[in-house]
């Protein structure tokens, strides 16, 4: 009797060790399902790689839909803005005179990239309601997000971090374990070698006009929040709760700010469908009419 409640005990024990392993295993491929694209180009842009086995960095051409890799730089001139895609539903606005570094999404817990200057918008989409883990870096601060929309404001001495709904938590790289947590509708700043700083209101519609596309070509402004053509997901209906004047945080702001655009993820009217982008003539560098 002892040893059949010893076999039907390691039998369990074999069991759940499986199905540990093959979640680890379902974990760690949807990890690597997660890839980036371009759904949107306009102005100044330009994306730099370096080759496998090749000791210098080039600048590579590059059109919409085209699928990013680890370590490539995208960086946007004067009138630049590009619009980064993944295949989450999760979207970002890179602004103009802003520079940024695609990580590895491969890896656990994901890092969508370093911001090296500039600004940025980022919507982390919920995947089945549930939270979905990234971090964003800058030279300042770790952002780590769970399913929210945010902006990151760097430059060479502090990181401001404006959260439009959600929640996050942000901490000096320097001081790990001081972090600061912002619900909707607050910000901080973050210097180096400082804590951030207590979270602080900020009024609503505060910088949508920097993520806002142009009016190249007689593009107009969208106020869409999310970006056509975001792989083919629908909208989850977080639009209707923005019109209702919900963003999530449950404190009266008027919505989520706008994603994307129109032309994202279709070719959009600065670019006329799928064409390189290597080098903008003088008619596409983001001059507006």
């Known amino acids: 009797m002892i040893i059949k409640k010893l076999l039907i005990v ?22 690597e399902m997660v890839s980036a694209k371009v759904l949107s180009i306009q102005g100044q ?9 090749q000791p210098q960095i080039q600048k590579i051409a590059f059109k919409i839909e085209d699928r990013l890799q680890a370590g490539d730089t ?10 980064l895609g993944l295949s989450d539903g999760s979207q970002a606005v890179i602004a103009a005179k802003t520079t940024v570094v695609i990580k590895d999404l491969s890896q656990s817990p994901r890092t969508l990239f370093n911001v090296v200057r500039g600004k940025t918008r980022v919507h982390i989409e919920k995947l089945g309601g549930q939270p979905n ?14 399913g929210t929309i945010f902006d990151v404001l760097v430059d060479e001495k502090e990181t401001q971090v404006f959260l439009h709904e959600g929640q996050v938590a942000v901490t000096n790289l320097a001081l790990p374990d001081q972090p600061v947590i912002l619900s ?13 700083n207590p979270p602080n209101s900020f009024k609503d519609g505060r910088n949508d006009g920097t993520f806002k596309p142009g009016r190249d070509n007689g593009s107009p402004q969208d106020n869409r929040r999310i970006a056509d053509g975001g792989g083919g997901r ?4 977080r639009e209707a709760a923005g019109r209702e004047g919900s963003n999530g945080g449950g404190n009266g702001r008027t919505g989520a700010p706008p994603i994307g655009g129109p032309d994202a993820g279709r070719g959009g009217p600065q670019s006329g469908g799928p064409k390189p982008n290597v080098s903008p003539s003088p008619t596409t560098s983001g001059k507006r009419p």
């Open 45 to 53: 842009v330009e994306i730099q790689r370096q080759p496998a086995n």
């Open 74 to 83: 995208i960086i946007t001139g004067k009138n630049g803005r590009l619009v």
């Open 184 to 196: 909707a509708g607050q910000a901080t700043k973050i210097l180096m070698q400082r804590p951030p």
């Open 234 to 237: 629908p909208d989850t209906g």
């Open 133 to 146: 883990p990234y971090r964003v870096n800058t030279p300042t601060a770790v952002i780590a997000v769970r």
């Open 10 to 31: 390691c039998h369990l024990c074999v069991v759940l060790c499986a199905l540990s392993i093959g979640s680890g295993i379902r974990v760690s491929r949807a990890q």
